[in-house]
Structures are given as C-alpha cells and as structure tokens.
C-alpha cells in the first residue's frame, strides 16, 4: 500500500452526523453511542495522528446488495449500514464500550453493479485500517461482505492460525457463477481456495446452520473442506454445546474472524433479511457466544450482515443487528496483531 486509498463520490459515501442521534440524559453526557461517535472521512483517518491511547473501533459500511441479487435473494442491503448506525446510536453504554474510541467512516457503495471492484475497495481499506490498527467493525451490506472483508485482513493471518467463525443458516459456500463472480452465496468458498492457494489452513465454523437453507451438495463442500458447524437443532437440543464450541475455538487458534449474518435469527426476532425463515436461533442462543468472543482478546475483525430494511418490521432485525454490534463492544478485549 503506497497511497491511502481514494474513491470517488459515487463508490464512497461520507458519514453522516446525523444518523447519530438518541435520548440525552440530564446528569449523563457520555451514556450512550451517540454520544462518543466522531465522524471522519477514511482518508482524514488514515492521515490523522491517534489522539488517544484508547482501542480504535471503526465502523464502516458496505452498502451493497449486488451479491445478493447475484444469489437471487430479496435485495434491500444497501441501505443497511445505515439503518445499523441510527439502531446502535441510542444504545447505552457499558463495560469495556466506555473506554473505546468509536469512528464512523462511512459507507463504500456499489453503484454500478461491479461487485468485484467495491470489494476491492473494502479490502483495501480494511487494511489500512489494520496499518493504523483500528479495529474494523463492518456493517453489510450482503454476504459477499465477507470476501472484501478478508482481502483486507488476509496477509495479516496467512502465516497465523486462524479461525473464522460465521452465524449464519447457510455455509455460504455455493460455486462462484459464470466468469468467477462471487455473490453473498460463495464467500466463504472464495476464502477457503485463496488460503489453500496460500498454502495456509481453511479453518471455517458456523452455527445454526440448517438443513432447510443448505442443499445436500452444499453439506457435501463443507465435509470436503472439514468444515465444522452446530446445526440450529443441536443449538436447541443442547442449550450449552455451543458455549464448549466457542470456547474450544477460542482455546485452539490465534486470531479469530467474525461473521454474523442476521438470517441465522428466527424471522420472529429478525423478519428484515434476505432470506427470512420462520425456524432460526433466538438471541439468548447468539449474545452470550458474541461476549465470549469480544473478551477473547483474539478477533480481529468483526462484521454483520445481511440485514435488509424494506422487509423488517418496527426495525425489529436493525436493532437486532445492533444489539449484536454492542454485545461484542461491552465485552471487546483489543487484540495487537504484529
């Protein structure tokens, strides 16, 4: 990287101050989100010298649907980091959140439909955030997040063991389509033949995958590829299995990678998702695991995604989406990567 990367107006969006807004307290000035939000542009950023000593959250989006339109889902993602941040903005702040930095930098867009370039430039400002190390907490946007997300972190992790750590209903291992082209479908396919290409290991784990959303070939690629995984039945069956899951992960690897995709939610709790499916994991399934992982002091990025705002319901997925993003920030331990 020998320049900061730079965008035009069309494949980058400032942020905006004004999506951060919430209920001010009178004997409170620093008591929720909004209120230690700093809106900064990626290049004021990157340029920027830190002014803190404080762990560097930031939030950026990836405010792009075009992979799932590839997959043929419901599209609406696009507007997702959007409704995330005005979600997360009126949350209270606890615990470790008090003592965080918090940027927002803005969104990467995807207007032209050229999927493949917007993920080059979340990739190549995921790291450039790593090189000011900032914590890059990303705000899809689809699936095919995933891909950008870990172009930016991959050489940090080649030589490491790694694991990646996806809630989700689906492996999200689907062949690329015709010409190589990635969708929300195959991200996590991508990832596994780039790190075998690399000749590093693919270390890939869900949970609350279910056999309605994942065909008998797709269960057959993630037995090719060792995957390992929870069903969302055995998430149900046995209450506690997914704490010793997490745990054995966090105890057996070095760096962790996280992905949350909302349509692992019963459409009870999370309606506004590409594919919205009446049988899913609740919360109380999901929080506890994403307090374990913040205070592991080993993930190194963190994304969710997924969400789609013309089909949610009172914004019910957006504040789940939300909780998710604050759940982690309460419990996040920094982890300095050399």
Same mark, same amino acid.
């Given at each position: %990287?020998?320049?900061?990367?730079? /965008?035009s107006n069309q494949d980058y969006v400032l942020p905006n101050q004004a999506d951060w807004q919430g209920r001010t307290d009178a004997?409170?000035?620093?008591a929720r989100f909004f209120q230690i939000v700093q809106c900064k542009s990626i290049e004021s950023f990157i340029t920027s010298k830190p002014s803190t000593n404080k762990p560097i959250i930031t939030l950026l989006g990836f405010a792009c649907d075009e992979g799932v339109r590839r997959n043929q889902g419901r599209v609406g993602a696009a507007v997702a980091p959007h409704m995330l941040r005005q979600a997360l903005a009126n949350f209270p702040l606890h615990d470790k959140a008090l003592s965080l930095d918090l940027i927002d930098l803005g969104d990467i867009t995807c207007p032209s439909g $050229?999927?493949?370039?917007?993920?080059h430039y979340?990739?190549?400002?995921?790291?450039?955030?790593?090189?000011?190390?900032? /914590?890059?907490?990303?705000? *899809?946007?689809?699936?095919?997040?995933?891909w950008g997300h870990y172009g930016g972190f991959k050489d940090k992790i080649l030589s490491k063991n790694v694991a990646i750590i996806n809630f989700d209903a689906h492996f999200? %291992?689907?062949?690329?389509?015709?010409? $190589?082209?990635?969708?929300?479908g195959t991200s996590f396919l991508q990832i596994a033949k780039d790190l075998q290409a690399n000749q590093s290991a693919f270390n890939y784990y869900c949970l609350g995958i279910k056999q309605s959303s994942n065909t008998r070939a797709l269960f057959e690629c993630a037995k090719q590829w060792n995957v390992k995984y929870l069903t969302? $039945?055995?998430m149900y069956a046995a209450p506690t299995a997914a704490n010793q899951f997490i745990d054995n992960i966090i105890a057996s690897h070095?760096?962790?990678?996280?992905?949350?995709?909302?349509?692992? /939610?019963?459409?009870?709790y999370a309606p506004g998702v590409s594919a919205a499916s009446p049988y899913g994991l609740a919360?109380?399934?999901?929080?506890?695991?994403?307090?374990?992982? *913040?205070?592991?002091?080993?993930?190194?990025? /963190?994304d969710v995604v997924e969400l789609a705002p013309p089909f949610d319901h009172n914004n019910l997925t957006a504040k789940l989406g939300a909780q998710c993003i604050a759940e982690f920030l309460y419990f996040y331990e920094s982890f300095n990567l050399a």
């Open positions: %990287m020998h320049n900061y990367p730079k /965008f004997d409170e000035t620093a $050229d999927l493949e370039q917007s993920q979340l990739s190549e400002a995921v790291q450039w955030l790593l090189a000011k190390k900032a /914590f890059p907490l990303i705000l *899809g946007g689809g699936h095919e997040t995933a999200d %291992m689907r062949p690329t389509l015709p010409g $190589d082209l990635g969708s929300s969302c $039945d055995d070095d760096v962790l990678y996280v992905s949350v995709c909302l349509d692992v /939610f019963s459409s009870a919360p109380w399934q999901v929080l506890p695991l994403l307090r374990r992982l *913040g205070s592991s002091k080993k993930v190194i990025a /963190f």
